[in-house]
């Protein structure tokens, strides 16, 4: 055996090991996900300048958004003003960068938004890992 081949082989069968693992713990009755929803995919949310999902709206299914300057939004602060968590979990801060004030949200609908977010969103990411106190739909 060569020395290329002795290294790949290993790997090989570390690579065939897991996914033969991953397949023997999925059920036969298992809802096979369409090609929008991967492991890998952070999800999806749809941010609406006015509340009550009114006025112009931004999907966002990859990635993050630091700011929502790019949105189009009418207000001259780029804020959204509800949401629509379609899946995943978010983090939605009510200043760019990730800043301000933060809340996480999962899949739900939030018509309207309360405290310091009540200015509205200027920034969203997934969360892989969501926290304990997440916000719930209205």
Same mark, same amino acid.
């Given at each position: 055996?060569? !020395?290329? =081949?002795?290294?790949?082989?290993? &790997?090989?069968?570390? +690579?065939?090991? =897991? ?6 713990? %999925? ?7 369409? @090609?929008?929803? *991967?492991?890998? @995919?952070?999800? !999806?949310? *749809? +941010?609406?300048?006015?509340? $009550?999902?009114? #006025?112009? !709206? ?13 949105? $189009?939004? $009418?207000?001259? +602060? ?9 899946? #995943? ?10 800043? #301000? %004030? ?9 018509? =309207? &938004?309360?405290?310091? +977010?009540? @200015? #509205?969103?200027?920034?969203? %990411? ?13």
């Amino acid at each position: 055996m060569n !020395r290329c =081949t002795r290294s790949v082989v290993p &790997l090989m069968l570390a +690579l065939a090991a =897991t996914a033969a693992w991953a397949n023997q713990s %999925e059920s036969a009755n298992a809802p096979v996900a369409d @090609s929008q929803s *991967t492991a890998l @995919s952070p999800g !999806r949310i *749809t +941010l609406y300048e006015y509340p $009550n999902f009114a #006025g112009p !709206r931004v999907t966002i299914e990859s990635g993050m958004a630091q700011s929502l300057d790019w949105a $189009n939004f $009418n207000n001259p +602060l780029h804020r959204a003003e509800s949401a629509r968590v379609e899946s #995943g979990t978010w983090k939605i801060c009510s200043d760019r960068a990730f800043q #301000g %004030e933060c809340r996480v949200v999962g899949p739900g609908d939030y018509a =309207t &938004l309360s405290g310091a +977010l009540a @200015s #509205g969103i200027a920034s969203a %990411e997934p969360v892989v890992r969501p926290q304990l106190g997440a916000l719930t739909p209205q």
